[in-house]
């Protein structure tokens, strides 16, 4: 069993800068494939962006991409998502998310029903 705990969130004016991370605890998730979601109020579950096991391969929902950044640092178990120009439609929580059943190299899951482990969210409000 893994444990994902996101943190980082918080309140951002309109333009600004946030980086969530996501550690992970009790089994190492250097082979595995993780994914950033988001979910706003009233609405589902959406899928922000992806990252291969070795961190070479991301993805992005057109609505972030050139915005967002995902990266990892294996040795410390960790994902990141870096959000730049942040407008107040990215207000949610955020969710890291690891898929742990897949054994592709190039693997990025977009769908949330192919992740596994879940993290328990964070608040990202961003303020106009």
């Known amino acids: 069993q893994v444990q994902l705990v996101e943190s980082g969130g918080g309140l951002v004016q309109a333009g600004g800068s946030m980086r969530l991370s996501c550690a992970a605890s009790?089994?190492?998730?250097?082979?595995?494939?993780m994914g950033w979601f988001r979910q706003a109020p009233g609405k589902e579950r959406e899928f922000v962006g992806s990252?291969?096991?070795?961190?070479?391969?991301?993805d992005y929902a057109d609505s972030v991409k050139g915005r967002f950044t995902i990266s990892r640092v294996n040795d410390k178990n960790t994902v990141y998502l870096q959000m730049n120009s942040l407008e107040p439609e990215d207000t949610a929580v955020y969710y890291c998310?690891?898929?742990?059943?897949?054994?592709?190299?190039?693997?990025?899951?977009?769908?949330?029903?192919?992740?596994?482990?879940w993290g328990q969210g964070t608040q990202v409000t961003v303020s106009s």
């Open positions: 998310a690891a898929d742990s059943t897949t054994s592709s190299t190039w693997n990025l899951p977009s769908a949330a029903s192919e992740y596994d482990f």
């Open positions: 009790g089994r190492t998730i250097s082979s595995w494939s």
């Open positions: 990252i291969t096991r070795s961190g070479l391969r991301t």
